[in-house]
């Protein structure tokens, strides 16, 4: 008896999952297999019909969603019984689990294929568990479950090339797209609007409100449809009353997404879409939900240097202000050796950190420079990144950030007013070279990129999150913890000094007014734990301690801790109050709410990085001890709404810093 496949899918939408089934049609077919395919009906009903699948619809819209599985896992059990299947193959969870539990019941073998590194990764591990066999669909993706524990076999995506290759596109612009002028240049998205890719496709068309007036000609389409396809259809809708004409383009979704390709000038997306749109000859910018945002070219896509080709040591110097004994720089260093030493190769990549005693002024004995986490995008590192440049490094900017002394103002889009930021032609110029020439610009926060976009950097310019933000609370908290007799909730407090160079220019009444909120949360029931991450920030904290004036409430820690120890003790307290800015980092990679004391550009950089905005109290507000109290209460309040919001952000981040691992860009 021939071969039974049974493909497992949610639906015959029109996504990269179900186009690679139906790719895999034809070849099955002249091999003698024959395919089932299991799941909701959808628009590429008739595509797997000629794909050579007999269609099975289950019902996948029932409620609740307990009397759902019930159901879904007998149908699927029916057809592998009724049609003998013989083998079931997974592309997509909760619907591939329900499924290979099926199959297990029936001693069915599983095959899971791993389309990408968006999974829940609690569903992809349960799911790998089922299943007999799991191909990756590129080494990346390979890479990054087996950091997972996910062992897997790459067999590559494939595109028909029959039908997929440069040809003249006159035929597509006419036909398809008679509303976009003859003359325009035309940029096309293609993707699903649903979860995070729909929030791509958002800040694709945001981007296109500060674009220069001479990209007037530039109109954008966008194929596809999903969730929050509506919310994409009001900001298109907005965006061209503004313009005061239609330049954004929504032809939902199609099911040959081929004379779209053909009438583009530019094509937007991942996976399959890039990899169709490249076969037609088109260039392609990758920004997908997780992993690589840039132009696809060949230095990104596997032609190597020379010296990585012949399988020689590479040499990696990371860059950051390190050895000095300031818990915050430290603990990015230790994120980013954490990451090399879990997806890099120590046979073939050396990481070199920037001790004290390296010489930043010759970079000649390095492949890569890495311009790692802190506030490193000004005078000095710069200068390191464009002498990088200048000596024909690979350069990547990893979680790096701006900072300055001068008050953030923000318009009332929400946009920064640059005009106040005062950095010379000089270091501008710098900037823009080294926007050019980095494989990978990931910037702390938002305010940093805005300022960056403002000085005219380009390239792979994007979000990359704070590389503090990599770092998990150990298992335990510390048992090392405030002695409560009466089991009162801690809040900890971090001090120290900048020596004046904050805002407001006054360490004396900021820490008067820490004393003050201290002594308040006392009288309300708390704890206090002060808390140290600079050597130098000791006598601040003595004299807070002081100031406070109840030592029986009170725990005095002048120990720089590392940070799996800091870790430790801030996951058991109810909130913090922090001064330095990894400090709120540690708070909030735990889970822990806290008030920022932002006293520099990059402490509210920090904060709109993760939308907390709220959680901020400038060194330079007037009535700032009732202001900081009220925080306070704001943030143990509100701990599981802000706890959630801060997790969300935090898993963007570790998957925008784990990218340059994850994808050998190192």
């Known amino acids: 008896m021939s071969s039974r496949v049974l493909m497992v899918l949610d639906s015959m939408g029109t996504g990269g999952t179900e186009t690679y089934a139906q790719s895999l049609g034809k070849p099955f077919v002249e091999k003698g297999v024959r395919l089932h395919y299991a799941g909701a009906d959808g628009p590429f009903h008739q595509e797997f019909i000629r794909a050579g699948y007999q269609v099975h619809l289950v019902a996948s819209d029932l409620q609740p969603l307990t009397e759902r599985k019930k159901v879904l896992k007998q149908a699927y059990q029916k057809v592998m019984e009724q049609e003998q299947i013989s083998i079931v193959h997974v592309n997509q969870t909760p619907s591939g689990i329900l499924a290979a539990n099926a199959a297990n019941e029936l001693r069915i073998p599983v095959v899971f294929t791993m389309h990408g590194t968006y999974y829940p990764h609690e569903e992809a591990i349960e799911l790998a568990q089922l299943c007999d066999a799991i191909i990756s669909v590129s080494k990346p993706v390979q890479r990054y479950w087996l950091a997972k524990g996910i062992a897997s076999t790459v067999i590559s995506n494939g595109v028909d090339l029959e039908r997929f290759h440069p040809q003249a596109s006159d035929r597509a612009r006419g036909t398809f797209l008679p509303n976009v002028p003859e003359d ?188 790692g986490g802190g506030s490193l995008l000004v005078p000095g590192y710069v200068d390191v990144a464009y002498r990088a440049v200048q000596q024909k490094k690979q350069l990547l900017i990893w979680g790096s950030g701006y900072d300055t002394q001068e008050p953030v103002r923000l318009d009332a889009a929400g946009r920064l007013d640059h005009a106040q930021m005062g950095e010379s032609d000089r270091i501008r110029e710098m900037l823009r070279e080294i926007g050019q020439h980095a494989s990978f610009f990931g910037v702390r926060g938002p305010l940093t990129y805005q300022y960056l976009q403002a000085s005219g950097v380009g390239g792979h310019l994007h979000i990359g999150g704070d590389p503090g933000m990599l770092l998990m609370p150990p298992s335990t908290p510390s048992p090392e913890q405030v002695d409560s007799k009466q089991n009162r909730p801690v809040i900890g407090i971090n001090w120290g000094t900048s020596y004046n160079r904050i805002y407001g220019k006054n360490e004396a009444e900021v820490e008067d007014a820490l004393a003050y909120a201290g002594r308040k949360l006392i009288e309300e029931g708390y704890d206090l734990y002060l808390y140290t991450m600079w050597g130098p ?83 330079d507000e007037q009535d700032l001890a009732q202001r900081i109290l009220s925080r306070a209460k704001y943030a143990i309040s509100y701990k599981d709404t802000i706890r959630s919001s801060i997790a969300s952000k935090q898993q963007q981040m570790i998957d925008n810093l784990r990218a340059p691992f994850v994808n050998d860009w190192l």
Not at 242 to 270: A, C, F, K, N, W
Not at 331 to 359: N, T, Y
Not at 551 to 579: C, G, K, Y
């Open 537 to 619: 920030d000791g006598n601040a904290n003595k004299r807070l301690y002081q100031k406070i004036a109840c030592p029986e409430r009170t725990t005095l820690d002048l120990v720089v801790h590392d940070h799996t120890e800091m870790m430790r003790r801030i996951q058991a307290w109810e909130a913090t109050i922090n001064f330095k800015l990894h400090a709120n980092v540690l708070s909030a990679a735990c889970g822990i709410p806290f008030v920022c004391l932002a006293y520099r550009f990059k402490c509210v950089d920090f904060i709109h990085s993760l939308d907390v905005a709220e959680l901020a109290v400038t060194t």
């Open 184 to 371: 325009a240049t035309v940029v096309t998205y293609v993707s699903r609007l649903a979860w995070q890719k729909a929030s791509v496709c958002n800040m694709v068309l945001r981007s296109t409100k500060t674009w220069p007036a001479e990209w007037n000609k530039v109109h954008i389409v966008v194929v596809g449809t999903g969730a929050q396809v509506h919310h994409v259809k009001e900001l298109a809708r907005n965006l061209n009353k503004m313009r005061g004409e239609v330049y954004i383009h929504l032809v939902g979704e199609q099911t040959d997404v081929l004379p779209y390709y053909e009438s583009s000038d530019l094509v937007i997306g991942t996976g399959r879409v890039a990899l169709e749109a490249m076969a037609c000859g088109k260039p392609v910018l990758a920004i997908g939900n997780h992993g690589y945002v840039g132009l696809v070219t060949p230095k990104r896509t596997g032609q190597k240097r020379r010296e990585r080709v012949s399988g020689s040591m590479r040499k990696v110097l990371y860059v950051g202000w390190i050895g000095f004994n300031n818990l915050g720089d430290e603990l990015m260093w230790k994120a980013f050796e954490q990451l090399a030493h879990e997806l890099l190769d120590p046979q073939k990549v050396q990481i070199i950190p920037s001790l004290p005693g390296v010489d930043l002024q010759d970079l000649s004995p390095y492949d890569t420079v890495v311009i």
